[in-house]
């Protein structure tokens, strides 16, 4: 098992920068990471994932270019920086992880394949 601890999110204005955290209770190393966001009204969509080993990630059209996963496995934490956001960009970051061996690069932005979640930070981009 593992403990998700999502910290960063606040409020920033369009075109602005902020950075979240994702600190797990063990070794990243052992587990595939994924952020999540949820607006109100809105299903939870698959935004950044990333494979234990670093090597693969996949990224929501709707983010690429603007957001990058890294980790620092020396703290056990997945970072998301997320760069030049929008106001659209608003919602609850959710972080979660799975520890199967295999990650599936088609699979990897659905939730259902996670089954550790941690509680969520917002992040509110005014325009």
């Known amino acids: 098992q593992v403990q998700l601890v999502e910290s960063g999110g606040g409020s920033v204005q369009a075109g602005g920068s902020l950075r979240l955290s994702c600190a797990a209770s063990?070794?990243?190393?052992?587990?595939?990471i994924a952020w999540f966001r949820q607006a109100p009204g809105k299903e939870r969509e698959g935004v950044a994932a990333?494979?234990?080993?670093?090597?693969?990630?996949k990224y929501a059209d709707s983010v690429k270019g603007r957001f990058t996963l890294s980790q620092d496995g020396t703290k056990n934490t997945v970072y998301l920086q997320m760069n030049s956001l929008k106001p659209e960009d608003s919602a609850m970051y959710y972080c979660?992880?799975?520890?199967?061996?295999?990650?599936?690069?088609?699979?990897?932005?659905?939730?259902?394949?996670?089954?550790?979640w941690g509680q969520g930070t917002q992040v509110t981009v005014s325009s």
């Open positions: 063990g070794s990243t190393g052992r587990f595939h």
């Open positions: 990333m494979a234990r080993n670093s090597a693969e990630s």
């Open positions: 979660a992880a799975f520890s199967r061996p295999l990650w599936l690069r088609d699979r990897a932005l659905d939730e259902k394949t996670y089954n550790y």
